[in-house]
T-cell receptor, first 112, second 113 residues
């Protein structure tokens, strides 16, 4: 699985959009971009994933550049409950055997 | 729909002992993956079970072993516990259909003294 690079930490004011970047310059054509988050001492929570098109769900939007070498997770209106470590992961979807390779993630702090 | 559950939530063992951790997968999911998360680190893949067979393994020694049962629940067994085994152990289940997204349980925190 390709390696990802994320900033170690970011701050965001409550109510503003949080834009979390991720570089995955060695991504292969069959690798998906996944985002998970982990609130302190809890299990990681799935947020969103995509291959090359931008994706949106009730939690967030995922913007993937045309060359697929980077992506941005957008939380449109961050709240204090969005304070967590956010992990960007690239993964081959070859079926049940594909594991998730976590890095160290970005620690997002949402403040009043 | 019931999510992934794990038991126990916390556990304290001493070095050299054995431990069994349990995971119930989300309804409709037939694949279970186990991860170890040391303090301050991201989760590390231990192994995965699909239809009761080991289906992939990370860089963990043989004293880490597992089982999956016909109802797709799973156990993680660790023998000869070491101090470095102290960690949060996470179980994730996924369906047998694309995109095989993994959904995590709350974890079991193991402390080895």
């Amino acid at each position: 699985d390709a390696k990802t690079t994320q900033p170690p930490s970011m701050d965001c004011a409550e109510g503003r959009a949080a834009n979390l970047p991720c570089n995955h310059s060695t991504i292969s054509g069959n690798e998906y971009v996944y985002w998970y988050r982990q609130i302190h001492s809890q299990g990681p929570q799935y947020i969103i994933h995509g291959l090359k098109n931008n994706e949106t769900n009730e939690m967030a939007s995922l913007i993937i550049t045309e060359d697929r070498k980077s992506s941005t997770l957008i939380l449109p209106h961050a709240t204090l409950r969005d304070t967590a470590v956010y992990y960007c992961i690239v993964r081959v979807n070859t079926g049940t055997a594909s594991k998730l390779t976590f890095g160290t993630g970005t620690r997002l702090q949402v403040t009043l | 729909e019931t999510g992934v559950t794990q038991s126990p939530t916390h556990l304290i063992k001493t070095r050299g002992q054995q431990v069994t951790l349990r995971c119930s997968s989300q309804s409709g999911h037939n694949t279970v993956s186990w991860y170890q998360q040391a303090l301050g680190q991201g989760p590390q893949f231990i192994f995965q079970y699909y239809r009761e067979e080991e289906n992939g393994r990370g860089n963990f020694p043989p004293r880490f072993s597992g089982l999956q049962f016909p109802n797709y629940s799973s156990e993680l067994n660790v023998n000869a516990l070491e101090l470095d085994d102290s960690a949060l152990y996470l179980c994730a289940s996924s369906p047998g259909t694309p995109p095989w997204t993994q959904y995590f349980g709350p974890g079991t925190r193991l402390l080895v003294l």
